[in-house]
């Protein structure tokens, strides 16, 4: 099975940054893809940026802004998030893609919270 843990969440002025972390143990492997998704209230999750064998892949809304990237020693995906918007607050979620047990696992989300 798989675990996930993500970190990092909290308030950030509008222009301000945040770095989100999601630790992975247990039957992990560096090819499987991992991701970022988000949900404001009231909305539906969408995908953020996704993360496979070193190609990554965004959502228009956060192109420019945002960066995913994995350390494979840590098992860890980061999320860093740059000039955020009011827009951006959702909580954060963190996905993994299981190619051995088929199936995806999500962490417990962080919330991110942006003040105009």
């Known amino acids: 099975q798989v675990q996930l843990v993500e970190s990092g969440g909290g308030l950030v002025q509008a222009g301000g940054s945040l770095r989100l972390s999601c630790a992975a143990s247990g039957s992990i492997y560096s090819s499987d893809a991992m991701g970022w998704y988000r949900q404001a209230p009231g909305k539906e999750r969408e995908l953020v940026a996704t993360?496979?064998?070193?190609?990554?892949n965004y959502a228009d809304s956060v192109k420019g802004r945002f960066t995913i990237s994995r350390d494979n020693a840590k098992n860890t995906v980061y999320l860093q998030m740059n000039s955020l918007k009011a827009e951006d607050t959702a909580v954060y979620s963190c996905k993994y893609r299981s190619t051995l047990f088929y199936r995806d696992y999500w962490g417990q989300g962080t919330q991110v919270t942006v003040s105009s």
């Open positions: 993360i496979s064998s070193g190609n990554t």
